[in-house]
């Protein structure tokens, strides 16, 4: 059984920063791309960022380019994403995602539970 759990999320000043986390369980982590997804109240999930099997590719929606990077650690069984100058725009349910497939898609197959963050002006 695959299991993502997500952790780091919380309550942040505008500017300010967060690195959330994101542990797999149950399969060959290293074989598939992972993506963090946003969901704030009222709009459609978004696609933050996402990362292939061994790393080496990765994307950033244009809304956090420069400010969130995502990264893995496949000894670690973990996806992070790093935010920085956080702003009140980036308020919202964070989820961790697992494609599939060793390179970057738009199929994500297993979610994990979701995370909040909450940026204060």
């Known amino acids: 059984q695959v299991q993502l759990v997500e952790s780091g999320g919380g309550l942040v000043q505008a500017g300010g920063s967060l690195r959330l986390s994101c542990v797999v369980s149950?399969?060959?982590?290293?074989?598939?791309?992972m993506g963090w997804f946003r969901q704030a109240p009222g709009k459609e999930r978004e696609r933050v960022a996402a990362?292939?099997?061994?790393?080496?590719?990765?994307s950033h929606a244009d809304s956090v380019k420069g400010r969130f990077t995502i990264s893995r650690d496949n000894a670690k069984n973990t996806v992070y994403l790093q935010m920085n100058n956080l702003k009140p725009e980036d308020t919202a349910v964070y989820y961790c995602?697992?494609?599939?497939?060793?390179?970057?898609?738009?199929?994500?197959?297993?979610w994990g539970q979701g995370t909040q963050v909450t940026v204060s002006s």
């Open positions: 995602a697992a494609s599939r497939i060793y390179y970057i898609g738009t199929d994500y197959y297993y």
């Open positions: 149950g399969r060959t982590f290293s074989s598939y791309a």
């Open positions: 990362i292939s099997g061994g790393g080496g590719s990765t």
